[in-house]
C-alpha cells in the first residue's frame, strides 16, 4: 500500500524536476533549492499501512500465528524486551531496534521472509527507520475513539460567502487547501429534481416544479425540504438502504430458497420508522430488542423481525443445530456491521489480523443471540400475529360496502354479495404470521462455546455474551440483546453515530465520507474529512432545539440545505484534475439512480405508479422462465395483475437466489447477506433493460397515451412536455428538436398499411389496447411510444445531477 | 511494471473517464499524460482502441481463448478418473484412523466407511489413461487431453471454493472474475459480442452464484454476460413488438444526440461511457441472437455433442461455446449444476444421480474437444474441466442413508485441460492408495490460475489492478502460484 506520505514524497521530486527545467529554460535568477525537510509521520496514515500488510499476519493480534511472542500492532509489546534478549522496537534508537536490522537483513534474518511473498520496498524500509527515529509514535485508531465535536474552521473572508452551514466550512478549507474555487449554486429545476429524488426517490410533478419555481421568498428552498421530509415517500425512499443491511428478502434463501410471503410486516415497520422519524437509537433497540423492553408494543415485537431476515434451510437432512447457528452469527456479524461498520466475519475461525476482535470475543458476540427460540424450522417459529393497518382498512370498507347493499333493496343477487364480501372482509383479517425474536425461558437457556473454525460441531471454551474489549470502555457486561442494543446506542460508543451519518451522507452524496461505508476498522479507507464527519456525528447524538437526538430528519435537512449539496453537477477539468474522484466535492456527484428508484421513476412519469405504500409483495412481470432456476421449491412466478404491477421497487418480490433481474441489472443485492454499499456499474445489459424490458416498454406506452392527454396537441408540444416530465425542467430547443424529428420520421413510417400491425402493437403491447377517447392514431401513439423510450433512457434522466 | 500493463492500465483509466477523446475527462487526463490536449484519438465505429479492443499479451500466448467447463458441485473424481484398486478392496471397511486424525468434514460424523467406486476402469489411447466407464466419450479423446490427478484446494464447501477457484477471492464480491481479468488483459477480438461470456446448465445458478462472473473492481465493461440458451439469448435483447431493426438505430442516433448535449453541458465522463453502452447493446441485439441460434449447425455437429436446439442442455453449451471463440470471444465460462454427490437420496448418489449427470456431460465435453480439434482450433484455445473441490474417498451415509455418495474433499482432485499449449494425453500428479491425499506434483488454485493465465500470455505476477490502496491479482498477494512447466507442450 503506498501511504500518503510517500505520494507526497513523489509529487515533490516531479515539482522539483520541474522547477530544474524551467531554470534551464528560462535561464532567469538562479533559485535556491528548498532544504528538503523531513516530514513528520503520520502512523496511522504512514506507518501502519506498511507493518499490517507485511508484519501483522505473524506479529499481530492473532495469538495462534504470533512467532516469536513479538507482537508489532501494541505499542507495550513492540517495546518489550524479547525472550531473544533484544527489542523489536527502542524509541529513538535504530541501532537497538531488532526490526530496523531485520528488515534491512538479506540472509536467513530477512524480514518479511522471502517464502511469505511479502516484500518491503526500500522506500517503505526508509520509513519504518524514520518513525523509529522520531520515537515510534503509535496512535490509536481514529475510530475506534469516541468524537469530540471540532471547532467549526474560521474561513477567509471571500468563502464565508459560499458557508450556509457549518459543513461548508469544513468542506470549503480542504477545497481551499488544494486551490480549488467553489462551484456556482445549481439552479432551481436542478434543485427540485435532486431533491426530490434523494428524499422520496420520485420525481417532482410538473406542478411541484412550477410551484417552487414560482415562490420566490427566501425560505423556498426550506419549505421545499420541509414538504419532502413530511412527504410519506420519504420513508420509501430511506428504507431501501437500511433493507440492503438487515438483508430483507421475501424468500428464505439456501439452495431451495422456499418464500417468506409473511416478512413483509417488517419492511412497512421500517418505512413507518423513517416516516415517522423516529430517532435513530430507538430505531436500534426495536430492532434488536425490542421484545425485551418493559410491556413491548405490537410495533417493537415486530421491529424484532430484522433479526428474522437471517436464511432457513429448509432442505431435508440438514442439521437444525447448524443453520440455527449460522443464523445467529449473522446475527452478530449484521448488527455489528450494519450499526458499527465492523466486520467481524474473519474472527470465526481465528483472531481478526486487522481489527481488535479475537475470535473468542466473537463468540462472546454471538452469545448475545444464542438464547432465543427459533431454530431453523421450516415453519419460521416463533411467529406473531399481525392484522397490518392496510388489512383493517380493506376490512372496514367491506363492511361499510356491505352496510350499503343491506340498506337497499334486497334480492338473491344482493344476498349473494353480501355474502361473498362477508367472507372476503373476513379473510381480511386474516393475521400474517410474521417470524420475531423470542427469548429462552429462564430454565431452557442454552451454553455458548467457541466453535472451532466456525464448526457448529466443534465446540471449544464456553463463552458467556459479551463485546470486545477494544469497544467495551467502562461498559459493565453485555448480557442480552437489549443491553448490547442500549451500548450500541450510548453516546460513549465511538462508532454507531459516525457510521449512520456516513451512511446518510451516502445516500446524499452518492459515497460516504469514509468511503467503505461498511469497514470502519483497520482496513477501511480514512474519512475523507475527518472533523466533518466528527462534527456531523456529535450534532446527530445531541437533543435538537427542544426535540430529541438522534434525530434523523433534522440531520438530513441540515445536510441538504448546505452549499455543498445546493452546488452544481457541472464538472470542471480543473475540479477533474485535482479533485478526480470528487472526494473534496468540488462538484456535486452526478450519479445513477439506485435501480429501484429507476423504476420508480419511470413509473411516475408514465403516470402508472401506483402510489400505495406497504402491504405484501407483489409481482411485477419479468420474464419467463427465470423462477425454473430454482433448483427445488416454488418454480413459478405468480405475475401481479392490475394496479400491484405498477408498484414501486421496493415492493417487487425479492427471491434470494432470482433476484428481479431488471434491478438485479443495476446493481440491487441478492440481499443474502448483510449489503452496504450498491457499487454503480455502466453496462450494455443496463442499457437492454431499460430499452427492451417490456415493463419498461409498457411505460413508454403509457407515458405515450399521457403526452397525447396532458400535452397539447402538436408532436413539439407533447415532445416538449414530456421532456419536462422527465427532466423536471424546460428542455432546450435542440432537445426538443431532436425527439420531434424522430417523432415526425417514425410516425411517417407508421402510418404505412404495411406498418398498421407493427404500430398497433408498439402502442399497445403490452399496455393494453387503445383507449377509444384517445386523439391519437396508432401510427402517432407508436411513435411516441419510440419518442418515451428514448427519453426513459436519457443519460439526463437515469442519473440524479 | 510492463509496458503493456501500462497501457491497458492507461487505457481503462480513459475508459472511466471517457475515452472518445472528446469530453473534458479524456482532454483533461490527455492533458496531464502528454502535456497538450492534442493527439486523443476518437474511438472509430467499430469500437476499436476502447477496453476491449484487443491487445498483445505479456509474451508469446500459446492459446488466445478458454473455454472452462466448471462442474458445479464438485464430481468424484475417484469414479472418473483417479483409480483406486486399493480403495475398492477397502470398500465399506471403517476409515483407518490415520485419514481421520485432526480432519474435519461437512457432514461425515462419527468413523465413516471407505467407497470404493463402485464402477470399472480401463486403460485408453495411447497414454493409457485408466478411465471410468461413467466417460466412455471421453476415453476417446484420452490422448488430446491433459489429466492432473492432484488439483487440490483451501476450500470445502462450495460458495467459497468456487469464488476462489474462478475470482481468486472465497467471499462474494471481493475479487474480478477470472474472464474478466482476461479481457481486462487482453481484450476480446470480436467488438459486438461480449468478450467474456457465462453459460448455464444443469437447472440453477452455480452455489457460488453472479458473483462469480462478476468484474468487481475491475471496470464494469469486463463483467460476464450470461447468455441462455433458450428465451431471449440475453436478457431483454430482444426489440419491443412492432420495433424494427431500422426505428431502434433510428431510436439510438435520437439518444446518441441528446446524451451528446448532455456531455457537453455537463461534462460528465461517464455519460459518453454510457453513450458507448447503448452502441454496444446495439451490436449485441444483432451479433448474440447469430451466435446463440445452433440451429444453423448440420445434423452431424448437432448429433456428436446431443445438442437440441431450444434446450438448456450442458450439450448445447458446449456447441455454443465452440460457435463463441471461433466468432472471437476470449473467455467462454460454463457453469454445470448438479455434481453434489452426498448420497443424501436417490436425487445426488453415486448409482443413479452420478450416472444420469455424466451421461449429460460426458458425450458434449468429448465432442467439443474432438470437433474444436477438426476445426484446427484446438491450438488456439485452451479448454479446461473440473469441480471447484474433490470428494472424500468415504462414504458419506448422512443421518444414516443408505445412499451411496461422498463428502466435500479439498485435499485433491482431478481435472482435465485440452489444447491451447497444454501437452496432450498425460497423466499428471498423484494421490495416495486411497485419493486421499497427493503425493506427488500438488497443483493448488493458485498454480492452475496461473497456468490459465500463463497459456494465454499473461503472467499472472504481473496483471494487477490497484484499487483503494491495494494492489489485487487474481492469483493474490502472495507468490505462491507455481507454473508447473511439465504440462506444457
Given amino acids: 500500500m503506498k501511504t500518503a506520505f510517500f505520494r507526497s514524497l513523489l509529487c515533490a521530486s516531479a515539482c522539483t524536476i520541474a522547477a530544474a527545467s524551467s531554470i534551464c529554460a528560462i535561464a532567469g535568477p538562479v533559485k535556491r533549492k528548498p532544504v528538503p525537510t523531513v516530514p513528520t509521520l503520520d502512523y496511522l496514515r504512514d506507518v501502519r499501512p506498511i507493518l499490517a500488510t507485511n508484519c501483522f499476519t505473524c506479529h499481530g493480534q492473532d495469538e495462534k500465528k504470533r512467532q516469536a511472542g513479538l507482537r508489532l500492532d501494541i505499542k507495550e509489546a513492540a517495546f518489550a524486551r524479547l525472550a531473544s534478549g533484544s527489542r523489536a522496537v527502542t524509541p529513538g534508537k535504530l541501532a537497538e531496534s531488532s526490526l530496523v536490522a531485520r528488515v534491512l537483513d538479506h540472509g536467513a534474518l530477512q524480514m518479511p521472509p522471502a517464502a511469505s511473498g511479502k516484500h518491503l520496498m526500500p522506500s517503505e524500509i526508509q520509513t519504518l527507520k524514520l518513525w523509529v527515529q522520531q520515537g515510534a509514535p503509535y496512535a490509536p485508531h481514529w475510530a475506534f475513539v469516541k468524537p469530540i465535536r471540532p471547532g467549526i474552521p474560521v474561513l477567509p473572508p471571500a468563502l464565508k460567502a459560499h458557508v450556509t452551514t457549518p459543513i461548508d466550512a469544513f468542506l470549503l478549507k480542504e477545497l481551499a487547501r488544494n486551490s480549488i474555487p467553489p462551484a456556482p449554486l445549481a439552479d432551481k429545476f436542478t434543485l427540485i429534481r435532486r431533491l426530490t429524488l434523494d428524499l422520496t426517490g420520485l420525481p417532482p410533478t410538473v406542478a411541484e416544479v412550477k410551484a417552487f419555481i414560482g415562490d420566490k421568498s427566501a425560505d423556498a428552498y426550506g419549505r421545499l425540504v420541509n414538504r419532502l421530509l413530511a412527504s410519506p415517500h420519504f420513508g420509501e425512499k430511506w428504507a431501501r438502504p437500511w433493507l440492503d443491511l438487515a438483508r430483507y428478502a421475501d424468500s428464505a434463501g439456501y439452495g431451495s430458497d422456499p418464500l417468506r410471503p409473511n416478512l413483509w410486516p417488517y419492511r412497512d415497520w421500517v418505512i413507518n420508522a423513517y416516516n415517522k422519524n423516529l430517532p435513530y437509537d430507538q430505531f436500534l433497540i426495536d430492532q434488536i430488542a425490542g421484545d425485551l423492553l418493559p410491556a413491548p408494543t405490537e410495533e417493537q415485537k415486530i421491529a424484532t423481525a430484522f433479526h428474522r431476515n437471517t436464511m432457513t434451510n429448509t432442505e431435508g437432512g440438514t442439521d437444525r443445530e447448524e443453520f440455527r447457528t449460522a443464523a445467529i452469527k449473522d446475527r452478530a456479524v449484521t448488527t455489528m456491521q450494519a450499526v458499527m461498520g465492523v466486520t467481524l466475519g474473519c474472527a470465526q475461525c481465528h483472531s481478526h489480523k486487522f481489527d481488535p476482535i479475537t475470535n473468542k470475543e466473537f463468540y462472546r458476540m454471538v452469545a448475545v443471540f444464542n438464547q432465543t427460540t427459533d431454530n431453523d424450522q421450516p415453519n419460521e417459529a416463533p411467529t406473531l400475529p399481525v392484522v397490518a393497518e392496510l388489512q383493517k382498512q380493506r376490512h ?18 344482493v344476498t349473494a354479495e353480501i355474502a361473498a364480501k362477508q367472507k372476503a372482509a373476513d379473510a381480511a383479517l386474516k393475521p400474517v404470521q410474521l417470524p420475531v425474536m423470542q427469548e429462552l425461558a429462564a430454565d431452557k437457556r442454552r451454553k455458548s462455546f ?7 460441531l466443534m465446540r471449544g471454551d464456553e463463552v458467556s455474551p459479551g463485546i470486545p474489549a477494544a469497544f467495551s470502555g467502562s461498559t459493565k457486561d453485555v448480557g442480552t440483546r437489549l443491553d448490547l442494543a442500549r451500548w450500541l446506542t450510548n453516546r460513549e460508543n465511538p462508532l454507531t453515530a459516525r457510521v449512520s451519518i456516513n451512511r446518510i451522507w451516502a ?83 452526478r450519479r445513477r439512480l439506485a435501480a429501484e428508484n429507476l423504476r420508480d421513476q419511470a413509473l411516475a412519469i408514465s403516470g402508472l405508479l401506483t402510489p400505495t405504500i406497504g402491504g405484501p409483495s407483489v409481482f411485477p412481470a419479468q420474464p ?46 441478492s440481499r443474502e447477506i448483510c449489503t452496504f454499499r450498491r457499487f454503480a456499474t455502466n453496462t450494455p445489459l443496463q442499457a437492454l433493460v431499460t430499452m427492451n424490458d417490456p415493463v419498461y416498454v409498457e411505460m413508454a406506452q403509457a407515458m405515450a397515451r399521457r403526452l397525447v392527454r396532458e400535452g397539447g396537441s402538436t408532436p413539439a408540444s407533447r415532445i416538449t412536455y414530456g421532456l419536462q416530465l422527465a427532466l423536471s425542467r424546460p428542455p432546450s430547443a435542440a432537445q426538443v428538436k431532436t425527439l420531434t424529428d424522430l417523432f415526425n420520421a417514425q410516425c411517417a413510417a407508421y402510418s404505412t398499411a404495411q406498418n398498421a400491425d407493427a404500430a398497433k402493437k408498439l402502442a399497445s403491447d403490452p399496455l393494453g389496447p387503445i383507449p377509444a377517447d384517445l386523439k391519437a392514431s396508432p401510427a402517432e401513439l407508436a411513435a411516441l411510444t419510440i419518442a418515451c423510450n428514448v427519453i426513459l433512457n436519457m443519460d439526463g434522466v437515469l442519473t440524479v445531477h | 511494471m510492463a509496458f503493456e500493463i501500462e497501457k491497458i492500465h492507461s487505457m481503462t483509466r480513459r475508459t472511466f473517464f471517457g475515452n472518445t477523446g472528446l469530453g473534458i475527462g479524456a482532454m483533461a487526463l490527455n492533458a496531464l499524460m502528454s502535456g497538450s490536449d492534442a493527439g486523443a484519438q476518437p474511438l472509430d465505429q467499430n469500437g476499436h482502441k476502447g477496453p476491449m479492443a484487443p491487445r498483445p499479451p505479456m509474451h508469446k500466448a500459446t492459446a488466445k481463448s478458454v473455454i472452462y467447463l466448471h462442474m458445479s458441485g464438485a464430481p468424484p473424481t475417484l469414479d472418473m478418473f483417479d483409480y483406486k484398486p486399493e480403495l475398492v478392496k477397502l470398500n465399506m471397511q471403517p476409515c483407518p484412523d490415520s485419514l481421520m486424525k485432526g480432519e474435519r468434514f461437512a457432514f461425515i460424523k462419527g468413523v465413516p466407511r471407505m467407497l470404493g467406486t463402485p464402477y470399472k476402469f480401463a486403460q485408453h489411447g495411447q497414454s493409457g489413461a485408466y478411465i471410468s466407464e461413467m466417460l466412455p466419450h471421453t476415453a476417446g479423446i484420452v490422448d488430446d487431453i491433459s489429466i492432473v490427478r492432484s488439483m487440490s484446494t483451501d476450500q470445502f464447501n462450495h460458495a467459497p471454493a468456487e469464488l476462489f477457484m474462478f475470482t481468486g477471492n472465497a467471499l462474494a464480491g471481493n475479487g474480478a472474475a477470472m474472464g474478466s481479468w482476461l479481457t481486462y488483459g487482453l481484450g476480446s477480438v470480436n467488438q459486438n459480442l461480449p468478450g467474456f461470456v457465462v453459460l448455464i446448465s444443469g437447472g440453477t ?54 446524451n451528446e448535449l448532455e456531455a457537453k453541458e455537463y461534462g460528465d465522463p461517464e455519460t459518453r461511457t454510457r453513450i458507448e453502452q447503448y452502441e454496444l447493446a446495439y451490436r449485441m441485439q444483432m451479433a448474440v441472437p447469430d451466435v446463440m441460434d445452433i440451429s444453423r449447425e448440420n445434423q452431424q455437429t448437432l448429433d456428436m455433442y446431443g445438442a437440441r436446439p431450444g434446450a438448456g442442455s450442458f450439450a448445447n453449451n458446449c456447441l455454443l461455446a465452440r460457435r463463441l471463440v471461433e466468432q472471437g470471444v476470449r473467455y467462454v465460462q460454463l457453469y454445470d449444476w448438479g455434481w453434489d454427490i ?23 465435453a468429448a465432442a467439443l474437444v474432438k470437433d474444436l480439434k477438426q476445426r484446427g482450433l484446438l491450438d488456439s484455445t485452451l479448454v479446461v ?105
Fill in chain 2, 342 to 364: 452426498h448420497g443424501t437420496g436417490p436425487g445426488d448418489d453415486l448409482m443413479n444421480a452420478f450416472p444420469s449427470k455424466c451421461k449429460q456431460m460426458d458425450q458434449p
Fill in chain 1, 507 to 589: 445516500g446524499l452524496f452518492g459515497t460516504g465520507l469514509v468511503e467503505t461505508e461498511e469497514d470502519f476498522g483497520l482496513q477501511g479507507t480514512l474519512p475523507s474529512n475527518p472533523q466533518l464527519l466528527d462534527w456531523l456525528s456529535m450534532e446527530f447524538m445531541s437533543p435538537s432545539h427542544g426535540g430529541t437526538a438522534w434525530d434523523v430528519k433534522r440531520i438530513i435537512k441540515l445536510i441538504v440545505s448546505s452549499t455543498a449539496y445546493r452546488q452544481s453537477s457541472v464538472v470542471t477539468p480543473l475540479a477533474l484534475e485535482k479533485d478526480p474522484r470528487d472526494r473534496m466535492l468540488s462538484r456535486y456527484p
Fill in chain 1, 396 to 413: 372496514s370498507d367491506l363492511i361499510r360496502e356491505i352496510a350499503v347493499l343491506k340498506c337497499g333493496p334486497q334480492s338473491p343477487e
Fill in chain 1, 624 to 669: 419467463g422462465g427465470l423462477w425454473q432456476a430454482a433448483f427445488n421449491g416454488e418454480r413459478n412466478y405468480p405475475t401481479s395483475t392490475g394496479a400491484d404491477k405498477y408498484r414501486r421497487g421496493l415492493y417487487t418480490f425479492w427471491r434470494r437466489t432470482v433476484p428481479p433481474p431488471n434491478m438485479a441489472a443495476f446493481d440491487a443485492p
Fill in chain 1, 450 to 456: 467457541v466453535l472451532t473454525l466456525g464448526n457448529f
Fill in chain 2, 385 to 489: 474441466w473440473g469441480g471447484e473441490f474433490g470428494r472424500t474417498p468415504m462414504n458419506e451415509a448422512r443421518g444414516g442413508s443408505k445412499f451411496l455418495g461422498r463428502d466435500h474433499h479439498p485435499h485433491c482432485y482431478s481435472v482435465w485441460m485440452a489444447g491451447g499449449g497444454i501437452k496432450p494425453g498425460q497423466v499428471y500428479g498423484e494421490t495416495d492408495e486411497f485419493g486421499y491425499r497427493i503425493v506427488k506434483d500438488k497443483m493448488t488454485i493458485r498454480d492452475l490460475q496461473a497456468t490459465i493465465l500463463d497459456r494465454m500470455g499473461i503472467d499472472a505476477y504481473r496483471l494487477s489492478y490497484k484499487y483503494q490502496g491495494l494492489n489485487y491479482r487474481l492469483i493474490g498477494p502472495t507468490s505462491e502460484a507455481t507454473l508447473h512447466k511439465d504440462l506444457f507442450v
Fill in chain 2, 205 to 258: 445458478d452455480p452455489t457460488g452464484g453472479k458473483s462469480l462472473w462478476s468484474s468487481s473492481f475491475l471496470p464494469s465493461v469486463y463483467q460476464g454476460v450470461q447468455c441462455r440458451s433458450t428465451g431471449d439469448p440475453i436478457l431483454y435483447l430482444t426489440d419491443p413488438a412492432g420495433m424494427s431493426r431500422q426505428t431502434r438505430r433510428e431510436s439510438l442516433n435520437a439518444l446518441d444526440k441528446l
